[in-house]
């Protein structure tokens, strides 16, 4: 059976940091499109981050971008989102997925069960 298992979540201050990883199994990991995505209270799901299984191109969302990096190591089946400059709106559920590509849904996809951030003021 597929799974993926997030760990690394928990409270911080606001500028503080995490680190978010993700580590797979009964699938091959470099064969899929790996992303980070977020739920936060009383809004939709949101992609955060992916990084491509064709080329290693990453791709970040605006409200992340230059404060967060998503990186893969396909040897060990690990992904990893380094969180720096923590906001409190970046209070979140965050998922981690394998998927077809990073730029649609779409095609067989396999989700983690979540793991909370919660950013302090």
């Known amino acids: 059976e597929e799974h993926l298992v997030e760990s690394g979540g928990g409270l911080v201050q606001a500028g503080g940091s995490l680190r978010l990883s993700c580590a797979a199994s009964g699938f091959t990991f470099a064969n899929y499109a790996m992303g980070w995505f977020r739920r936060a209270p009383g809004k939709e799901r949101e992609r955060v981050a992916c990084?491509?299984?064709?080329?290693?191109?990453?791709y970040y969302a605006d409200s992340v971008k230059d404060r967060f990096t998503i990186s893969s190591d396909n040897a060990k089946n690990t992904l990893s989102l380094q969180m720096n400059g923590l906001k409190p709106e970046d209070t979140a559920v965050y998922y981690c997925a394998a998927r077809a590509f990073c730029s649609a849904p779409g095609g067989h996809e396999v989700w983690g069960q979540g793991t909370l951030v919660t950013v302090s003021s």
């Open positions: 990084i491509s299984s064709s080329n290693g191109a990453t």
